[in-house]
């Protein structure tokens, strides 16, 4: 009881001092001085007369929502004379792998950028800023060469990684033994079966209605839909994130999804965020990254070869290398295993005072990035409102999918949720694809790795989408992508190769 009460104790304090340097704080500030005007404010009554103010005018449910927006991304809290490093990651086999692989990608970066003599960051010419800026809104049109950049790595190499992980405390003859655990992923980590499953996503049982089902052409509206919509307007007249987040566990009505999203991830384009896009933009505009190629490349191999996201290729590389030069991303690394990787001013090597973090963001984009933000271009029109979406999804969700982490959402729990269920529910299956030299992860991993972006109809992803936003969870990824072969079970049974195993969950 006394620990509950420590550990929430902790959590206020580093809530109201996360609060206390955000735009939220400085406008509660001025609305309470403004309201000690108000002739109905006095001062025997001070304190409850300004909370009375704040419930009225509406400030009460913004601070209410904000709040809860950082409950959602605050990590559980560890013991106070803990290390910082244990709030990134609690195992230091996990952290030693993770930093590991971090010298690895840096390693292809630098080698990269010495092969091609291409500097990390150089300030553009006024000519070229000039030229750039023109075509913003159509940097598709451009074609540079970009065949001798590659992607820093792909999903496939990040893969690797984790099939090599091992916990060091386990002898070679324990680690099969981990619940006779036959996938690549060997290591005991905790994840949940199908009951705890059910428990969690008590939602998305039979007997409740969900979108993208329920309101299909064979059912009445009036069973489901109608009455969905219409507590979906209540919820948005409300102005309230969690009840929000409860709504779309359900799925959210198309008209509704990109005011609901706003409203989950606390995001309200205030004057202040779009100016801070414009300062990114011009960030772009005067300095060139060698990122900015890497990200070129990624949209020209990815979302502009997609059916559904090829018309947003100019969106994407706005958002993109905007996101590249925000230092506020740097913030997530607190709760991230990862750490962002520095570069040294010229001649400066290995001196701390001279180091930067590069990119800005602390993020590498690798083969497939693009795909993060692509989906998000059906629901926001506006590039900054549509950026400030996605940089929140991405310090939420996102990251968790390319770092390796304990975590339940994390990568690694996900392929050993994916492959416990398939051992689990459908052995025949699992020992056949494993027999055929198929294992299972090899086919879902990059469906998990890039939240099924690209894999899905658009329709159907964003449904998805709102499971993840409704349940503050990715462990639904690795229940659909098992789900996935349950479904094409009998085809799978018939299959003799990877390659054959590969295309036959296409058409489910």
Same mark, same amino acid.
């Given at each position: 009881? !006394?620990?509950?009460?420590?550990?929430?104790?902790?959590?206020?304090?580093?809530?109201?001092?996360?609060?206390?340097?955000?735009?939220?704080?400085?406008?509660?500030?001025?609305?309470?001085?403004?309201?000690?005007?108000?002739?109905?404010?006095? #001062? %025997?009554?001070?304190?409850?007369?300004?909370?009375?103010?704040?419930?009225?005018?509406?400030?009460?449910?913004?601070?209410?929502?904000? &709040?809860?927006?950082?409950? =959602?991304? /605050?990590?559980?809290?560890?013991?106070?004379?803990?290390?910082?490093?244990?709030?990134?990651?609690?195992?230091?086999?996990?952290?030693?792998?993770?930093?590991?692989?971090?010298?690895?990608?840096?390693?292809?970066?630098? *080698?990269?950028?010495?092969?091609?003599?291409?500097?990390?960051?150089?300030?553009?010419?006024?000519?070229?800023?000039?030229?750039?800026?023109?075509?913003?809104?159509?940097?598709? @049109?451009?074609?540079?060469?970009?065949? !001798? +950049?590659?992607?820093?790595?792909?999903?496939?190499?990040?893969?690797?990684? #984790?099939?090599?992980?091992?916990?060091?405390?386990?002898?070679?003859?324990?680690?099969?033994?981990?619940?006779?655990?036959?996938?690549?992923?060997?290591?005991?980590?905790? &994840?949940?079966?199908?009951?705890?499953?059910?428990?969690?996503?008590? %939602?998305?049982?039979? =007997?409740?209605?969900?979108?993208?089902?329920?309101?299909?052409?064979?059912?009445?509206?009036?069973?489901?839909?109608?009455?969905?919509?219409?507590?979906?307007?209540?919820?948005?007249?409300?102005?309230? *994130?969690?009840?929000?987040?409860?709504?779309?566990?359900?799925?959210?009505?198309?008209?509704?999804?990109?005011?609901?999203?706003?409203?989950?991830? =606390?995001?309200?384009?205030?004057?202040?965020?779009?100016?801070?896009?414009?300062?990114?933009?011009?960030? &772009?505009?005067?300095?060139?990254?060698?990122?900015?190629?890497?990200?070129?490349?990624?949209?020209?191999?990815?979302?502009?070869?997609?059916?559904?996201?090829?018309? /947003?290729?100019?969106?994407?590389?706005?958002?993109? !290398?905007? +996101?590249?030069?925000?230092?506020?991303?740097?913030?997530? +690394?607190?709760?991230? *295993?990862?750490?962002?990787?520095?570069?040294?001013?010229?001649?400066?090597?290995?001196?701390?005072?001279?180091?930067?973090?590069?990119?800005?963001?602390?993020?590498?984009?690798?083969?497939?990035?693009?795909?993060? &933000?692509?989906?998000?271009?059906?629901?926001?029109?506006?590039?900054?409102?549509?950026?400030?979406?996605?940089?929140?999804?991405?310090?939420?969700? /996102?990251?968790?999918?390319?770092?390796?982490?304990?975590?339940?959402?994390?990568?690694?729990?996900?392929?050993?949720?994916?492959?416990?269920?398939?051992?689990?529910?459908?052995?025949?299956?699992?020992?056949?694809?494993?027999?055929?030299?198929?294992?299972?992860?090899?086919?879902?991993?990059?469906?998990?790795?890039?939240?099924?972006?690209?894999?899905?109809?658009?329709?159907?992803?964003? #449904?998805?989408?709102?499971?993840?936003?409704?349940?503050?969870?990715?462990?639904?990824?690795?229940?659909?992508?098992?789900?996935?072969?349950?479904?094409?079970?009998?085809?799978?049974?018939?299959?003799?190769?990877?390659?054959?195993?590969? @295309?036959?969950?296409?058409?489910?």
């Amino acid at each position: 009881m !006394l620990q509950e009460e420590s550990d929430l104790s902790l959590i206020i304090a580093q809530i109201v001092q996360k609060l206390k340097g955000s735009n939220l704080y400085a406008q509660l500030e001025r609305q309470a001085w403004a309201c000690l005007q108000r002739p109905e404010i006095r #001062l %025997e009554s001070l304190k409850e007369d300004i909370k009375e103010f704040f419930k009225i005018s509406g400030w009460e449910k913004k601070l209410q929502n904000a &709040v809860y927006s950082e409950l =959602n991304v /605050f990590p559980l809290p560890s013991h106070p004379s803990a290390p910082p490093e244990h709030l990134k990651e609690p195992l230091v086999y996990m952290r030693k792998a993770q930093g590991s692989w971090e010298k690895r990608i840096l390693k292809s970066l630098n *080698s990269m950028c010495t092969e091609l003599s291409i500097p990390l960051a150089r300030k553009r010419p006024v000519g070229e800023q000039k030229e750039l800026l023109n075509k913003w809104n159509e940097m598709g @049109t451009d074609e540079p060469d970009l065949s !001798l +950049f590659r992607p820093v790595y792909a999903p496939k190499d990040f893969l690797e990684v #984790l099939i090599n992980l091992r916990n060091p405390n386990y002898e070679n003859g324990d680690s099969l033994s981990f619940r006779t655990h036959l996938g690549l992923i060997q290591v005991p980590l905790k &994840v949940k079966d199908i009951p705890e499953l059910k428990e969690c996503f008590v %939602e998305l049982g039979l =007997n409740t209605g969900q979108l993208g089902i329920d309101d299909s052409t064979q059912v009445p509206p009036e069973l489901f839909e109608n009455e969905h919509v219409r507590i979906g307007q209540k919820v948005l007249a409300q102005q309230d *994130s969690a009840a929000a987040q409860q709504y779309v566990r359900q799925g959210s009505p198309t008209a509704l999804r990109a005011e609901l999203w706003a409203l989950i991830l =606390n995001i309200s384009s205030q004057p202040e965020d779009i100016l801070y896009y414009e300062q990114l933009k011009t960030n &772009v505009i005067q300095h060139d990254l060698l990122v900015d190629s890497l990200i070129y490349k990624d949209v020209k191999l990815t979302a502009s070869n997609d059916d559904y996201y090829f018309v /947003f290729e100019d969106y994407l590389y706005q958002v993109l !290398l905007c +996101f590249s030069r925000d230092t506020s991303v740097l913030g997530h +690394f607190a709760y991230n *295993s990862a750490s962002p990787p520095k570069s040294y001013i010229r001649g400066k090597l290995g001196l701390e005072e001279y180091a930067v973090f590069y990119p800005p963001n602390g993020v590498i984009p690798f083969h497939g990035f693009s795909m993060y &933000v692509a989906p998000l271009c059906f629901l926001y029109h506006e590039p900054y409102k549509l950026y400030q979406i996605f940089r929140e999804m991405y310090v939420r969700f /996102f990251f968790r999918l390319h770092s390796i982490s304990s975590h339940p959402s994390g990568i690694v729990s996900l392929c050993l949720l994916f492959e416990t269920l398939l051992q689990t529910y459908l052995p025949q299956l699992f020992y056949h694809l494993r027999e055929i030299g198929a294992q299972p992860l090899r086919i879902s991993f990059k469906w998990m790795v890039r939240a099924f972006s690209g894999y899905l109809a658009t329709d159907q992803l964003l #449904l998805l989408w709102d499971r993840i936003l409704g349940y503050n969870s990715l462990e639904i990824l690795a229940v659909l992508a098992a789900a996935v072969f349950a479904f094409r079970a009998v085809n799978l049974m018939e299959v003799t190769s990877l390659a054959a195993a590969e @295309t036959a969950p296409r058409h489910c």
